[in-house]
């Protein structure tokens, strides 16, 4: 084939190809890619134009206007074309779903109820259902809700500076006269001087000692519950107690009553219920540190009211009986989660609490 003719059938090639390549081109790249087909280094009007100087004289001028023309018409297709691909690119991005710029939030760190607060509505909850109100009582109280009206003796152990934190006193002020309530017990007295029977009555909260180890922490909490009315007996203290640790630990857990010494109750107890780590009741009797072998826990005080508490209250101790009891919640807590360091429950170590 002679330049010429070589000439022509790449113009013509080119001619009638590059309109529809352009349109075929859905996007910058291809389009940029369908052009360089034609204009660029490799392109087959670049190719073309390359023959020029071998075209015959005469012929050189008219076959030379006729590629430029095509180049400006490429050019200009290939601009239009740009154009339009460049504009429905943005029309898209305009009429599209808007694009959320906003980073996500922090997620929200959902707290739950500290393991004791969880023990005590869980026991507020055990104690309503059989019939008692619930009552609060100041954690500062006065030295005679808190040991003098119980029936504490002015000389009581229980009352020295070891176990006690007394507040501040303006000079002059017995300085004993206000203290941090060593126990819930101060409820009683204040419940029974606002009502009259009958009466049944639980109340949970912080209570405070002066000491700190690993069985004690200075700041601890109790509940405390008491019943009064004519009549009431020990079998009833008995009853509910037994009924309520039942409900706690699991029916059928051995209740033991011990008799024991509190200034307040008479006759005073101690109760015990079969320790829930080596359960010896059912699996035979085995080596325990939690309960020294003994298969027991101790778990609450108890008794019936005695009548000088009732004197100072101003109930008729001839009419009226009564039983009352008390626990700590920390135990009952480390009992019920396996805790063996009262002081986990009082650190706020999120480490630990969120095991729970
Ligand atoms: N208040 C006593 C204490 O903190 C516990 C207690 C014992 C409460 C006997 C009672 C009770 O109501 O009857 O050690």
Not at 280 to 299: A, Y
Not at 334 to 348: D, K
């Amino acid at each position: 084939m002679d330049v010429v003719a070589a000439f022509e059938e790449g113009l013509g090639n080119a001619a009638s190809h590059f309109q529809a390549a352009f349109e075929a081109a859905h996007d910058e790249p291809a389009l940029r890619a369908a052009n360089a087909r034609y204009v660029g280094p490799q392109g087959v009007v670049t190719k073309v134009m390359k023959l020029m100087p071998e075209l015959p004289k005469e012929q050189r001028r008219g076959l030379g206007q006729r590629v430029n023309q095509l180049k400006e018409q490429i050019e200009a297709a290939f601009a239009a074309r740009l154009d339009s691909l460049l504009h429905a690119l943005r029309n898209a991005e305009l009429s599209g779903h808007s694009l959320d710029v906003s980073l996500p939030g922090y997620g929200a760190w959902l707290g739950y109820a500290h393991p004791l607060t969880r023990v005590k509505h869980e026991l507020l909850d055990l104690f309503t259902s059989l019939g008692f109100d619930i009552a609060e009582g100041p954690e500062v109280d006065l030295h005679e809700n808190n040991f003098d009206r119980l029936g504490f003796p002015p000389d009581h152990p229980a009352t020295d500076m070891q176990d006690t934190f007394f507040m501040q006193q303006p000079v002059g002020v017995n300085p004993r006269a206000t203290l941090l309530r060593t126990h819930t017990s101060t409820v009683q007295i204040r419940e029974m001087l606002k009502r009259k029977p009958p009466l049944a009555v639980v109340s949970a909260g912080a209570v405070f000692r002066r000491d700190d180890d690993v069985t004690h922490s200075p700041m601890f909490m109790q509940l405390e519950g008491f019943m009064v009315d004519e009549g009431v007996s020990f079998a009833q203290l008995k009853g509910v107690l037994t009924h309520f640790l039942w409900k706690l630990f699991g029916k059928g857990i051995p209740v033991r009553f011990r008799p024991s010494y509190f200034p307040f109750v008479e006759p005073g107890g101690e109760v015990d219920v079969g320790c829930t780590i080596c359960r010896s009741w059912e699996r035979g009797p085995r080596e325990c540190r939690v309960c020294k072998n003994t298969g027991f826990m101790e778990i609450l005080g108890c008794g019936m009211i005695h009548p000088v508490v009732f004197e100072h209250v101003g109930y008729d101790p001839e009419r009226f009986t009564g039983f009352a009891f008390g626990m700590g919640l920390d135990r009952v807590a480390m009992l019920r989660y396996g805790i063996s360091e009262v002081g986990l429950l009082y650190g706020n170590d999120p480490r630990f609490l969120t095991q729970l």
